[in-house]
């Protein structure tokens, strides 16, 4: 007589299943990884964060995305390539995004807000500041 055996399921399926329960901040924080550590630890910083930083925090998200995208583009003439990419919930949507970040006196980041017009009125004060 034979007798079917009932087999387990592979390790690999129960762990899915189990990722596939997890909250979206979490696994989107797993995906990150390391990166999101350094930027936790301010060792890396997003283009808002910088913003921030500087009294930018109020411009709109239009802008600030604007922003970001000259960065993107100092970064990578500098460079010869992108920046390291984390994801991180939006500031006002709360929708996860896929975002570059820089060291935190990266000279891109000044770059960006030279190149920009939107944000050259910051500029002018950073350096005031310093000074």
Request: avoid cysteine.
């Amino acid at each position: 007589m034979i007798r079917s055996t009932r087999t387990r399921r592979p390790i690999a399926h129960r762990v899915l299943a189990a990722a596939s329960r997890t909250t979206k901040a979490l696994a989107y924080r797993t995906l990150s990884g390391a990166i999101a550590v350094l930027v936790d630890a301010a060792k890396l910083i997003r283009t808002g964060d910088f913003l921030q930083r500087i009294g930018g925090a109020d411009l709109p998200d239009g802008q600030q995305s604007w922003y970001g995208r000259h960065v993107a583009k100092a970064y990578r003439a500098t460079h010869g390539g992108d920046a390291v990419k984390v994801w991180a919930q939006h500031r006002t949507t709360g929708k996860w995004i896929h975002v570059y970040v820089y060291g935190p006196i990266d000279e891109a980041l000044y770059a960006g807000l030279r190149s920009y017009k939107g944000t050259r009125h910051l500029l002018a004060g950073t350096y005031t500041e310093a000074a």
